[in-house]
């Protein structure tokens, strides 16, 4: 028998982390409005932490039946990231749910907090959250063109590690070592700020989506890795293009947000020549 949570529980869940997914990659909203103004959409799921039941993913015997349905033992997230840390729990461990639980729940409280406007010791410190996110961007995986990526898979990683360090304030080195800390962009003060690093965001989870969706569909085909080198063969050019275009945009939307904040912008000579001549 599962035990499952009631709908006291799961409701608490997702207003604990403003109905929005707690996987800090992802932070999707999961509610909205439907054709029907009485009716609203929900696209969020309560998942347990460790399984409901024996044989489920992340089980621990030594939970009683309450401590399995009880609000300790959920996260909330979309329905796609549910599926996914189900599928792969080894990857995916409790402690690291755990982990999301407590970011996702701050970054919620912070959204309400900052509705005031933005004193003058807020606007320094969003200046030097803007700093930190710039070194974010400092890796080859924002500077080399797309056909000259040494490893397919480092280039996927850089970019998860980017969105999980402007979420959440912690900037990763392949190995897992933390290089920087400071806040994710829910500290950010000034709104329009927060906007824009939302909408970057959301465009290197477009990135991630789309180099996954090549190499599902063969546009990419990874070869085996060899002394650190992987071999790779992009076999649609315009994938490579959108990769160029879509990193360009990214640099071009934060580098005229350094420039608003009174910062250097991001200068980058190898990359974008079209669209960055000036940079040159």
Known sequence: ?????????????????????????????????????????????????????????????????????????????????????????????????????????????????????????????????????????????????????????????AIADTITAINTGALRARDGTILAQAKGKSYLSNPEWREKMDTIVDLLRAIRSRYLLAVQTGQIYLGPEHQGQQFYDIRDEQVAEWMDSTRAEIIQLFSDLCEEAGIPPLRFPRFFRRRWDHYW
């Open 1 to 157: 028998m599962r035990d499952e949570f009631d709908n006291q529980t799961k409701e608490v869940l997702a207003r604990r982390v403003g109905y929005r997914c707690s996987n800090p990659n992802c932070r999707k909203l999961t509610s909205g409005p439907q054709e029907d103004p009485t009716k609203a959409v929900n696209i969020g799921v309560a998942a347990h932490i460790t399984a409901a039941s024996q044989g489920g993913p992340r089980y621990d015997a030594r939970l009683s039946s309450e401590e399995r349905k009880s609000i300790d033992n959920g996260i909330w997230l979309c329905q796609n990231c549910a599926k996914l840390v189900d599928n792969d729990e080894q990857r995916y461990t409790a402690d690291l749910l755990l982990e999301w639980k407590k970011l996702s729940e701050q970054a919620a409280l912070l959204e309400v907090e900052n509705l005031s406007p933005p004193s003058e010791s807020s606007i320094v410190e969003d200046i030097e959250l803007l700093r930190f996110y710039s070194q974010c961007f400092d890796r080859p995986a924002f500077q080399d063109p797309f056909r000259r990526e040494g490893s397919m898979e480092a280039f996927d990683r």
